[in-house]
T-cell receptor, first 112, second 112 residues
Framework: GESVGLHLPTLSVQEGDNSIINCAYSNSASDYFIWYKQESGKGPQFIIDIRSNMDKRQGQRVTVLLNKTVKHLSLQIAATQPGDSAVYFCAETLEGDDKIIFGKGTRLHILP | GAGVSQSPRYKVAKRGQDVALRCDPI?????LFWYQQALGQGPEFLTY????????KSGLPSDRFFAERPEGSVSTLKIQRTQQEDSAVYLC??????????FGSGTRLTVV
């Protein structure tokens, strides 16, 4: 299949370690945030979301942190596995709008 | 269906040719979105439907791009007189409401 994100920033993490992927957003009117995982040849896959009235949300092996003061979003993946290799995108929606605005992706590379 | 289905999976068009890309959303999903993803970039919003109504087409890059969803289910994205800069992956997503959308695998369009 085709490659996604040939020239994206890359984060290399040892298998079993925790991964932290960071994202900055610019619009103060954004009130809903989503992290997506995209594997080569596939569409983005929803991982976890968070609304602007929260600062932390946990899922299975994943945690999203939101710092509205500095407009920063992060995705933490615990005990990174080979299957976590993909490009990760943060995304936001503006209050009153439904379309998703994607940020720049980060390629996560798992070292054996 | 179980997921969002897009066809064709790959399309090669000669410059100047018209193309039509199809999206079958998840049954019952009210909202349907089209995105364009260039190589190495995040998806960019094209247009949005709520049932059969096209509520936002602000992302369509030119009047050569046209989308429809006449019965509120299947949607077609049509590109007239294709140009090389139209080469990209075209992603469709559907959702029930304001939550993380479910994406299809996309149609990779190559204009030669």
């Amino acid at each position: 299949g085709e490659s996604v994100g040939l020239h994206l920033p890359t984060l290399s993490v040892q298998e079993g370690d925790n991964s932290i992927i960071n994202c900055a957003y610019s619009n103060s009117a954004s009130d809903y945030f989503i992290w997506y995982k995209q594997e080569s040849g596939k569409g983005p896959q929803f991982i976890i979301d968070i609304r602007s009235n929260m600062d932390k949300r946990q899922g299975q092996r994943v945690t999203v942190l939101l710092n509205k003061t500095v407009k920063h979003l992060s995705l933490q993946i615990a005990a990174t596995q080979p299957g976590d290799s993909a490009v990760y995108f943060c995304a936001e929606t503006l209050e009153g709008d439904d379309k998703i605005i994607f940020g720049k992706g980060t390629r996560l590379h798992i070292l054996p | 269906g179980a997921g969002v289905s897009q066809s064709p999976r790959y399309k090669v068009a000669k410059r100047g040719q018209d193309v039509a890309l199809r999206c079958d959303p998840i049954s019952g999903h009210v909202s349907l979105f089209w995105y364009q993803q260039a190589l190495g970039q995040g998806p960019e919003f094209l247009t949005y439907f709520q049932n059969e109504a096209q509520l936002d087409k602000s992302g369509l890059p030119s009047d050569r791009f046209f989308a429809e969803r006449p019965e509120g289910s299947v949607s077609t994205l049509k590109i007239q007189r294709t140009q090389q800069e139209d080469s990209a992956v075209y992603l469709c997503a559907s959702s029930q409401g304001r939550s993380g959308d479910t994406f299809g695998s996309g149609t990779r369009l190559t204009v030669v």
